[in-house]
């Protein structure tokens, strides 16, 4: 009777050793998953457009157009971000205007979860009022609609008016309201309000 006994007591430790021993190699294989998924490179696009041409309308009137040769979209990072590296041409419409305002830049990026944008290389922009500003890069934030830059700004108007911002600009994101940094300029004397005695 002790021999039987004996022999169910080495069955259950052999039981409860084999349920250690897979425990621990479900955990191993765990830890190289995560190693092996670490290593993985997730910083790719998971989405491509060429000639990609995005038209943004509300109640059927179209409120921007947006075009690019090249559009990538990164989405599979904790930072989901949309970049256009050969360049953007983008149209806006207002209400005020028949003519839409532009956009040109040689690079472009949006961030999703900041809702921000930053373009450089040559970024030139035209109002819907026909005002034209020349930067290197500008950033906007569209949450706060704020449009900014540090870089020198040149600034234009239908009339021949010249201003340069030195050191950059902070603007409305509509450009109805803008602040220059050291700035100076010239201007057509015809079109200043004349001095009071």
């Known amino acids: ?19 250690l021993l897979m425990f621990f190699l479900i955990q191993s294989c765990e830890e190289d998953l995560t190693k092996i998924n670490q290593n993985k490179k997730t ?3 998971s989405q491509v457009i060429y000639n990609g041409n995005i038209i943004q309308r ?62 450089k290389g040559r970024v030139k922009v035209i109002t819907t009022e026909g005002q034209t500003f020349v930067m290197e890069t500008i950033n906007w934030d569209k949450r706060n609609k704020k449009m900014y830059t540090k ?18 600009m902070i603007a409305k994101d509509d450009f109805t309201e803008y602040t220059f940094f050291n700035n100076s300029g010239s201007f057509n004397s015809t079109n200043l309000p004349a001095t009071s005695k």
């Not at 050969?86 to 690079?107: C, N, Q, R, T, V």
């Not at 600034?155 to 911002?165: A, E, F, T």
């Open 58 to 119: 509300d109640s059927g009137i179209v409120k921007v157009n947006f075009k690019a040769p090249l559009i990538e979209k990164y989405e599979l990072i904790d930072s989901p971000y949309i970049e256009a590296k050969k360049g953007i041409y983008l149209e806006f419409f207002d209400k005020k205007s028949k003519d839409p305002g532009k956009i040109w830049a040689k690079y472009a990026k949006y961030n999703e979860k900041k809702d921000f944008y930053f373009a």
């Open 151 to 168: 870089d020198t700004v040149f600034v234009s108007d239908k009339d021949g008016n010249i201003l340069v911002g030195s050191h950059g």
């Open 1 to 19: 009777m002790k021999d039987y006994c004996f022999k169910i007591f080495n069955l259950k430790t052999s039981q409860q050793f084999f349920l």
């Open 43 to 45: 910083n790719f696009a």
